[in-house]
């Protein structure tokens, strides 16, 4: 599904209208049915709705949704925080239908008229503002806006809460806490970013009929129906060669457990051949976790000669001078995929141009924090507009980039991007890092287009965690990233 900022929005919008020739009282029209049918399904027939209209078309939407539900028999009055003369194009239209019927139409004026009016009202929808917002807000939005989040009463958005920009990059401090959010045809970046994603509330598209232009690069969400459709199959006649050949290089004494929850994460997502590379000391401890892999220390490693599909370095490495040296080897001289992670992306730091120098695909997987260190930024900065971060950084460095986070951003180095929604507040804990570059090497081990691989494995690694926490096996508390193995396999099993 694609997600779109303000501009992309109002571009589909004009070439529907423009070059399509649908006129954009009959989008207003389609808009406000597809939500009143909608809220319908959530709201029951005998429950007071009030609606709250504003200047602009996202009010059109609000007089469209009153006349329907209206003629559905549901008690709705409308409350405009703008006088009627401020009514114009085709809100205007459907305001000037809306009049010629029965409907209570409240001009607001103040707090106290706005309380008297609220009492008995079991159900509010939000047409006060969309994606034309500019800036805080201004009286009487402000206020109004204000007095209805004190209110624990249900309340729907049409196409974005009120006071919350489509784009990423605005800094607001008001805006509608709303139950759900009817996004009109896509969701806007804002409902991807941690500090806006609670004012939408469950955020539900709805199709009203927009013609996107022929090839749209917008970012899209990847979900359950797209990794069914690009999961590599499992051939009969394939042996484990087939599965690709990888390499694991990470764990440290004092670090032991890292590499060996990647090398397993890696088995159990279908890769063929694992090797761990890691201390000597380090073989013995973790050599009856993951029996089914294939051992060398560090210092016997040859990169130049050795042959793996994909290499991913970084897990419980440390940060010695013998480890920083080891990681610009393998940058250097590893002739495949190559993940960098934890210990590899703090070396990075200072040696970002290595990056340029590479002739095979790089993966780097950081989360906020390690991508704000990489740019030299706060993380709060880089929360701000994480999209745009990204697709600069893969740009520039030649790379695949995984943004990880509960929106993790997946941008190649074309500046594509992928978000996935899915996995839970369990996976903030040690180890779930390790576990998603396992099944991204498996997935990076065995073929298909890279940007896909990383995908998938994002999505597996998410939907692994909720699999074992909405079958009551693990709560969000208690979950641990090896409990993850057990997860992967079970979300495997609803493709078989
Ligand atoms: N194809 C589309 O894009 C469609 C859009 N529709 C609706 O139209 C909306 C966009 O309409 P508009 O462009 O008219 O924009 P809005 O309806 O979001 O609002 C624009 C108005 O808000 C005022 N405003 C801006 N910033 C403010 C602030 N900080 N405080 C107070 N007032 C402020 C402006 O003065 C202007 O009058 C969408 O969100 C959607 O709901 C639908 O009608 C269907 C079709
Ligand atoms: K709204």
């Known amino acids: 599904m694609h997600i779109v900022t303000a501009k992309e929005m109002y571009e589909v919008d004009s070439h529907t209208v423009q070059s399509a020739g649908i006129d954009g009282k009959i989008l207003m029209e389609n808009a406000g049915r597809a939500v009143a049918t909608n809220i319908e399904k959530r709201v029951a027939n005998t429950c007071r709705i009030l609606i709250f209209t504003g200047s602009g078309n996202n009010g059109g939407d609000g007089f469209v949704i009153a006349r329907t539900l209206h003629l559905r028999g549901y008690h709705v009055e409308v409350v405009s925080l703008v006088d009627e003369e401020k009514i114009n194009g085709d809100a205007k239209f459907h305001y000037d239908i809306l009049k010629k019927l029965s409907v209570p139409f409240h001009f607001y004026k103040s707090e106290n008229q706005l309380r008297g009016i609220l009492v008995h009202t079991e159900a509010i929808v939000d047409c006060m503002l969309g ?117 694991v290089i990470g764990g440290s004494d004092e670090m032991p457990g890292s590499v060996m ?134 740009k520039e460095y030649n790379v695949h980039l995984v943004l990880k986070g509960p929106f993790t951003i997946i941008t190649n180095p074309q500046g594509e991007q992928f978000v996935i929604t899915n996995g839970n507040v369990g996976l903030a804990k040690g180890g779930s890092g390790d576990v998603l570059a396992g099944i991204l090497l498996s997935f990076m081990m065995q073929g298909a287009c890279l940007i896909t691989s990383l995908c998938n494995g994002c999505w597996i690694h998410g939907a692994s965690a909720d699999h074992l926490i909405e079958n009551g096996r693990y709560s969000k508390y208690d979950l641990l990233a090896t409990d993850l193995m057990e997860g992967i396999g079970s979300v495997f099993h609803t493709f078989s």
């Open 261 to 394: 929850m990647t090398a397993r994460a890696a088995l159990r997502s279908g890769a063929g051949l694992i090797t761990i590379g890691t201390t000597r000391q380090n073989i013995p401890a973790i050599a009856s976790y993951v029996p089914e892999a294939t051992y060398k220390t560090v210092d016997e490693m040859d990169f130049l000669s050795d042959q793996y599909t994909s290499v991913a370095v970084g897990m419980g490495l440390g940060r010695t001078e013998k480890a920083f040296s080891l990681i610009e080897q393998v940058i250097r001289q590893v002739k495949s995929l190559l993940l960098l992670d934890a210990d590899a992306l703090y070396y990075l730091k200072q040696n970002l141009s290595l990056l340029k120098e590479r002739e095979y695909p790089t993966v780097l997987t950081p989360h906020a924090g390690e991508m704000a260190r990489l740019l030299g930024i706060t993380t709060e900065r880089l929360l701000l507009k994480p999209f745009t971060y990204s697709k600069a950084f893969a």
């Open 131 to 247: 994606i034309g917002v500019k800036g805080h807000l201004k009286s009487p939005y402000k206020e109004v806006v204000g007095q209805l989040n004190k209110l624990s009463i249900y309340k729907v958005a049409v196409d974005i809460p009120t006071g919350i920009p489509a784009d990423e990059g605005v800094e607001v401090k008001d805006g509608l806490y709303a139950n759900v959010t009817f996004s009109i045809q896509y969701p806007k970046i804002t409902a991807f970013l941690e500090r806006y994603a609670s004012y939408y509330g469950e955020w539900v598209p709805l199709d009203i009929g927009l013609i996107p232009p022929i090839k749209p690069s917008f970012v899209q969400t990847w979900g359950r129906n797209n990794v069914q459709a690009t999961l590599p199959k499992r051939k009969r006649f394939a042996h484990k060669g087939t599965f690709g050949k990888g390499l």
